[in-house]
């Protein structure tokens, strides 16, 4: 399908608009501070992105994901840190961490060919929680919790790039990923991807390799992971510690897949506007206006009798953790992802055909999502159930 | 050139530091004896035994309708602040004698029906609008109902009562009163059993033989069986599914409730994301014993905490969780019928 003039159009002044956020933010003094937040919104796009390929196209939910950002993140930092004695640049960095990633995914990928389904999830998961804990427990190599830094921050021909530079160049990677990613969607490897979600059985006997296909997949998956990761080790200047990289940032990256469209490359980056935007800007901006809590004295809580007792326990109740937006972190992400399966499955901006793609009736309103996280890969013909 | 020997120097160590890790393994194994030994398989026995109870929980659910039931253990991590706050409402101070055995019963029952009823309800909101769709997107329902329940024990922990330590600092861990003492009640030797070892014995056998008998010997037991093996057969032979499937989520629930108040009085300390890995441990003890199989939660359960006990003992502390992890790879790529399931048959 070639894209029509005027999406071409939408898209360049979308692309204007992201881009002219720093700009407009040094001379309109607004004071809403939220270009570095944004910085973020492009790592977990391209996180986003990374997920997408192996859980949108291919069908193969991954818990684990922050693993590989991990591994990303700690590679660069080894491979760049003055502490180590490699000390490559930047980008040589970069290329050194993609590679590892990728490597990484196949080898999570070459064992589990034969895992299906949600045992695979929870494989991807029990991966991701080794990876955290070897990296804290390998402290010698690792410097444990303290993380590894200083980092070089990024640059570009020479130059080190500072806040809005950093902000342009990451923009450009996550788009360049962002093309890639539809690039490869549409190309031999990416129907291939997308035939095994739909049957594995056919794709089969149409000549595609799912093994390799998968492989692939995992590798690829795990290489913009790990370039996320790597990226934000460089913006941060440090590795951060392995704790950083845990389950929620797994689920975080699934959100944004989730929420935007599952197999659908302009869904996920909205997703990752949409999850991240309200994870460190509305949450964050929400909690400065609210200012600091002053919660009740419990003296006063234990002279108080009856209603007033009541109210005043709910209030304190209230000053101690409701008032605070950051606190309802847990319960933005858990209601996303059990709304959007139980309403919307297909994501605020579907994949091309995701309706039509649904599979057969008894799959029922969760139909896309039944394509699309990959319930096609073995369609349970008998329960096998031990009493 | 210089750099080149550097790296090549760092490898080196890279290389030297693995050994040293796999030396630590070994390390303390040398100094085990008789009585070491036999401690830490009673720590085991019993954090397996209350394993086991939460694992009955996940291997009920997926027995009956293939779902991975990610929200069991923040049900049980919500489960053990509702035991804080009744004792906390009870008040901690007089829990001796016949008064505290009552009160024990009290927040025992109290925590399973709490459990149970929030179980069920999740069931009702979060899985039963997804019956007919895929499995994946029932296992990701699950896991943003877990992160709601953990979001939920975060503002819980944030009540001002003295038992939250005033709900001044709502996500730190929470002290659980030692309401039985961890006072010997035994001695064999030079191996001690706990009153706390005794307690967990105490009510995790006499449910696991009422959750035989109920499976076993009564109708909805049969029920449940029947819908497990084939809910469209199930319900054209006049079982009302749905009813069965709430059931079985009600008793996991509340087996839940009673293990995570055997838990926080074995551990003596609750916070909000203790059910992660509450929730891991049991999956990890259900997936070994074979998922869908009551007798293998059990002994999946009594396995894990064996092997815990045994990793904290004689390798390091720090590598218990990867070893538990390792292992439930390991069986799900090479064994995902686990000991005592069937055989899978591979589908296509």
Redesign the interface.
């Known amino acids: 399908m070639a894209i029509s003039s005027k999406r071409i159009t939408i898209n360049l002044l979308l692309i204007a608009a992201v881009a002219s956020i720093p700009i407009i933010e040094k001379f309109v003094p607004l004071g809403l501070h939220i270009s570095d937040p944004m910085t973020d919104v492009f790592v977990y796009a391209i996180l986003g992105l990374g997920l997408n390929i192996l859980t949108g196209f291919t069908g193969l939910?991954n818990?684990g994901v922050a693993a590989f950002a991990a591994i990303g993140a700690y590679v660069f930092a080894i491979s760049t840190c003055e502490i180590?004695?490699?000390?490559l640049g930047f980008w040589s960095a970069l290329g050194l961490t993609m590679a590892a990633g990728a490597l990484a995914g196949f080898a999570l990928g070459a064992?589990?060919l034969?895992?299906r389904?949600?045992?695979l999830?929870?494989?991807t998961l029990?991966?991701g929680?080794?990876v955290k804990?070897?990296l804290?427990?390998?402290d010698?190599?690792t410097k444990g919790t303290q993380g590894i830094n200083p980092l070089p921050p990024p640059t570009l021909f020479g130059h080190e790039l500072g806040g809005s530079g950093q902000y342009w160049l990451f923009m450009v990677i996550a788009l360049l990923v962002a093309i890639g990613a539809r690039s490869l969607e549409r190309s031999r490897i990416g129907r291939g991807w997308i035939s095994i979600r739909e049957d594995?059985?056919a794709s089969r006997a149409m000549g595609i390799r799912p093994d390799h296909a998968k492989m692939l997949a995992f590798a690829t998956c795990a290489a913009l992971a790990a370039l996320a990761g790597a990226l934000t080790a460089s913006r941060l200047s440090s590795s951060g510690e392995p704790g950083n990289y845990d389950?929620q940032i797994s689920?975080l990256a699934?959100c944004i897949v989730?929420v935007g469209g599952i197999g659908s490359v302009r869904g996920v980056l909205l997703g990752a506007l949409v999850m991240v935007g309200m994870n460190s800007i509305v949450l964050v901006k929400l909690t400065e206006l609210m200012g600091g809590s002053d919660?009740?004295p419990?003296a006063a809580?234990a002279e108080a009798h009856g209603l007033q007792w009541a109210f005043l326990?709910v209030k304190?109740?209230a000053q101690?953790?409701?008032i605070s937006p950051t606190?309802?972190?847990?319960?933005v992400?858990?209601?996303?992802?059990?709304?959007m399966?139980?309403f919307r499955?297909e994501g605020i901006l579907p994949a091309r055909g995701a309706k039509e793609d649904a599979p057969d009736g008894?799959?029922?309103?969760?139909?896309v999502?039944?394509?699309v996280?990959?319930?096609?890969a073995?369609?349970?013909?008998?329960?096998?159930?031990?009493? | 050139m210089q750099?080149t020997v550097?790296?090549a120097?760092?490898l080196a160590?890279?290389a030297l530091?693995?050994v040293?890790?796999v030396g630590g393994f070994a390390r303390d194994g040398l100094l085990s004896s008789q009585e070491v030994f036999t401690q830490q398989l009673v720590t085991g026995l019993s954090n397996g035994m209350i394993i086991a109870l939460i694992a009955i929980g996940y291997t009920m659910v997926y027995?009956?309708i293939?779902l991975?039931n990610f929200a069991h253990g923040d049900l049980c991590m919500l489960g053990a602040y509702f035991a804080l706050t009744v004792v906390g409402a009870l008040g901690v101070d007089q829990w001796a004698g016949t008064g505290g055995i009552m009160g024990l019963v009290l927040v025992l029952v109290g925590t399973a029906a709490f459990c149970g009823s929030l179980n069920w309800s999740i069931n009702r909101?979060?899985y039963r609008?997804?019956?007919?769709?895929?499995?994946?997107?029932?296992?990701?329902?699950a896991?943003?109902?877990?992160?709601?329940?953990?979001?939920?024990g975060?503002?819980w922990?944030?009540?001002?009562m003295d038992v939250f330590a005033?709900?001044?600092s709502?996500a730190a861990p929470k002290a659980f009163p030692a309401l039985v003492s961890a006072a010997p009640a035994a001695q064999i030797g030079d191996v001690i059993y706990s009153r706390t070892d005794l307690l967990v014995l105490c009510v995790t056998l006499p449910l696991m033989v009422a959750l035989t008998y109920l499976?076993r010997f009564t109708k909805l037991g049969k029920a449940m069986?029947a819908v497990?093996?084939?809910p469209t057969g199930a319900s054209l032979m006049g079982i009302d599914v749905e009813r069965v499937i709430g059931a079985s989520f009600f008793i996991g629930g509340s087996l839940g409730g009673f293990a995570t108040v055997v838990y926080s009085l074995y551990n003596q300390t609750v916070s909000f994301q203790m059910g992660?890995r509450m929730g891991?441990d049991a999956?990890i003890a259900a997936?070994l014993g074979?998922i869908?199989?009551l007798p293998?939660a059990v002994l999946g359960g009594i396995l894990i905490g064996v092997i815990r006990s045994m990793s904290d003992g004689y390798l390091e502390a720090?590598?218990t969780?990867?070893v538990v992890?390792?292992i439930?790879?390991l069986i799900?790529?090479f064994r995902?019928s686990g000991l005592?399931?069937?055989k899978?048959?591979e589908?296509?």
């Not at chain 2, 896991?143 to 939920?152: D, E, Q, R, Y």
């Open positions: 939910l818990l180590y004695p490699f000390q064992p589990t034969r895992v389904g949600d045992y999830a929870i494989v029990g991966f929680e080794i804990d070897v804290v427990n390998m010698s190599i594995e059985l389950f689920i699934l989730i919660a009740a419990p809580l326990f304190t109740w101690n953790v409701l606190n309802w972190k847990f319960l992400f858990g209601l996303a992802l059990v709304l399966m139980i499955p008894d799959e029922g309103p969760g139909g999502a039944g394509g996280t990959g319930g096609g073995s369609p349970v013909a008998t329960k096998e159930l031990r009493p | 750099q550097a790296a120097e760092f160590a890279c530091s693995r040293d890790a027995g009956i293939e991975i909101l979060a609008p997804l019956r007919k769709a895929s499995k994946l997107s029932l296992l990701v329902s896991i943003g109902a877990s992160f709601i329940l953990v979001n939920l975060l503002f922990g944030g009540l001002p005033d709900g001044t709502s499976v069986r497990a093996q084939n992660y891991m999956f997936v074979g869908g199989n293998g720090r590598w969780n990867t992890f390792g439930l790879i799900l790529v995902p005592l399931g069937a899978l048959r589908k296509v």
